[in-house]
């Protein structure tokens, strides 16, 4: 079956940076875009980046331009989100699914934790 094993969350200071991963399984992972969404409390999930299949191309929400990269590693079947200059406002739990539109084809796994005090 599909599952995405999500890490790399913690708690973090204002302005600092943290590294998910996500490894998919049970999908052609080179042939799916990937993205990486958040659902903090209270609040819907959303996608905050995406990534194209070969990882040539990638989209992001306003709110973190410049701030988070997301990358692909077709080979590890691994999807990484960099976030830099973290925010409070970035406190959520992160998922990474396939679907980097806003589009998650499969269930979800248990996330990852990002707390940012301020």
């Known amino acids: 079956q599909v599952q995405f094993v999500e890490s790399g969350g913690g708690l973090v200071q204002a302005g600092g940076s943290l590294r998910l991963s996500c490894v998919a399984s049970?999908?052609?992972?080179?042939?799916?875009?990937m993205g990486w969404y958040r659902q903090a409390p209270g609040k819907q999930r959303e996608l905050v980046a995406g990534?194209?299949?070969?990882?040539?191309?990638?989209n992001y929400v306003d709110s973190v331009k410049g701030r988070f990269t997301i990358s692909k590693d077709n080979a590890k079947n691994t999807v990484h989100l960099q976030m830099n200059s973290l925010k409070p406002e970035d406190t959520a739990v992160y998922y990474c699914?396939?679907?980097?539109?806003?589009?998650?084809?499969?269930?979800w796994g248990q996330g990852t934790q990002v707390t940012v005090s301020s």
């Open positions: 990534i194209s299949f070969i990882g040539s191309s990638t």
């Open positions: 699914n396939t679907g980097r539109r806003g589009e998650p084809g499969y269930p």
């Open positions: 049970g999908i052609t992972f080179s042939l799916n875009g």
